[in-house]
Each structure stands twice: as structure tokens, then as C-alpha cells.
């Protein structure tokens, strides 16, 4: 089992830190992370948030690639429709070459009605937008010339060049959770990634119509990544105290505030519908998240190792409001203390 990072670039309100902050402390992480046996670096993505949210992962991406020598960077998720498809594979070949052929290609087709407002995107169009939009991008890499009549994208007879580094493409990894659309994923034999708002059996649930849709299409799932928000102190005292405000946070303002407006559901651990944000507390989620001492990280991965059999735990421990400070010393930590306990059940992708 691998573990890479993620990050989103939150500033809270009223936290007292910069917007240039987060980016500091993502760029300041990762050559010790890398040195440290982390795998990979996800960035997340949305648009219009009043905490900075990172709306442009590209850009943080490359940022990543220019700190690492051999971590894979990501998109965890890059809301496709919000984009130029051409435009946008242009941009991820150049990144794919920049980085040596290390980017994953994480992407969703978006569920916030604001997000959408703000770019001109009717929200009922998304997924539509979204697999076309996919299906104009692998063309553009992989024919040497090509065109593209579609419902919501045309583009005449045209080339995109630098092609990716990687062959055909790089990897697709799906951030969906709908039935329709997980069997979408497979069909394009897309990496299906496990959204940190999930509990574990939920994330179980996901998987079934996933894998049977990847049966029927007679291929082998090669990776299973999931993402946790995890932070990692001496004590779960120190822990809570430092991360639950970040949970609260994150929980009651993105993910409890969406499903309360009906855009996507949260349930909480009894299954009951999330239908107001204030509902939603660090106590009453906390089969989300990994927060606790070594001993307790130890016990909930080997909890999710026995029930999904992740290949990777991408651990988003740069929490909203957490400082950089506080977040390194779990990334150390969780690397001294919890990940070789795990070297002898590492996936091959």
C-alpha cells in the first residue's frame, strides 16, 4: 500500500493566512515528502469558493512537478466542464512532458450550481459536457490530425502538438460516485478515486457496479486509490485539537452546504440524508477521517486494507486552517511511524 499527499489550498475566513500561504507550504513539503517514500501529490479543485479553494491545478500541479523527481502529480479532481477540452489538453500534454510523464489526469464533471453560474455552464449539461469533453481530449492525444462534431463541442480539422510523454495518454482517474456514472469509468477504463467525504461503506458500495462494469468490459482494475483526510500527532488529544477544527470546517461548509442545497448527497454514518449544514460535526463524521496518534492511523488503514484493498492512501493532511508547521510534522511523522508498517503489503499498479 503506497500513501501520497493532497492539498487543497483552503484559506478559512478570519484564519489569518495569506492565499500565497498554502501554495508555500505545498512547495516547501514535497522534496522532504519525496525523500520521505510518499508516492504521489494530488491537488483538489473547485471554483468561486470564498476560501480560495484552488481553482487553477494545473498550475499547482506544475508547480509540484518543478519540486519532485519522481512522485506522480495530480488533478484530485479537475472539474472538466468548466473547460476549453482542446485548450485543455493542449495544457496537459505540456504538463505531462514538463513533469517526465508523471501527471494523472483526476477528473469530475462538477456539482456545485454556483460554480457552474459563475462560468456561463449550464449545471444540467455537465455530464454530458464532461464525457464529450473526454472523448475530443484522448483523440486530440493520440490521432495525428483529427475533428470533432459534437452535441457541445466542435473543432475543425486540426493537430495538437506536443503529444504526452505518456502513451497513449495520461491515465484517466474518475472522482464519481453515481452507479451510471461509475459504470461510465470503467467502460473508459478510467481509475476509479474514492472522495474523502465518503465513509467506508460507502466507498464498498462504489466499488461493486465499478468493478462489475469493469468485468463485463474484461479488464483488470489496475489501481484502487482512495482518499482520507488524515493528521497525525503524538497523542489524539494533540491531534483532534489541532485537525478538528479543519473537519468541522471542511464538512459543515462544503460538503454538509451542498447537500443541504441538494446538489450532492452526504450521509452521515446511520445513513440519514445531510439536509441542513449544521447537522454536520467533527464527532458525528469521524469513520471520514484518520485523526488520532501512529497506533490509531495503524488500526483504521489496516481497517480499510482489509475492506477495499486500496493500492494507495493519498492523505490530505494540509486541512483548511491547519499551518504548515503543524501539517509537515504529521507528514513526518505518519512516514517515521505509520508507513512501515505497511511496506510489506505494498500493491504493484
Known sequence: MKFGLMFSQQVPPNSGISWQEPYEDMLKCLPVAEELGYTSCFNVSHHAQKDGLCPGPLIACAGAAAVTKNMRIGTGVLLVPMYAPLKLAEDIAVLDNLSGGRFVFGVAPGYVAYEFEAHGIPREQR????????????????EETFSFDGKYYQVPETRLTPKPAQDPHPPIWYGVS????????AKRRAVQIMSPRHGPEELVAHFKPYEEAAAKEGWTIPERPIMRSVFIAE???????????????LFTELYGAASAAGERVLRAA?????????????????????????????????LYRDAIQPTEVI??????????????KSVELFAREVMPHFAGHANQS
Not at 127 to 142: C, I, K, P, Q, S
Not at 237 to 249: D, G, I
Request: charged share 25%; proline share 3%; hydrophobic share 40%.
Open 178 to 185: 453515481a452507479t451510471a456514472s461509475l459504470r461510465r469509468a
Open 315 to 328: 492523505c490530505w493532511m494540509h486541512l483548511p486552517g491547519v499551518s504548515g508547521k503543524d501539517a509537515m
Open 235 to 249: 497523542t489524539q488529544e494533540k491531534a483532534e485539537e489541532t485537525a478538528s477544527p479543519a473537519l468541522n470546517y
Open 127 to 142: 455530464v454530458g459536457r464532461f464525457e464529450e469533453a473526454l472523448d475530443l481530449m484522448t483523440r486530440a492525444w493520440t
Open 270 to 302: 446511520d445513513g440519514s440524508l445531510i439536509t441542513d449544514k449544521d447537522q454536520v460535526g467533527f464527532e458525528n463524521f469521524k469513520n471520514r477521517y484518520i485523526i488520532g496518534d501512529p497506533a490509531f492511523a495503524i488500526e483504521q488503514l489496516e
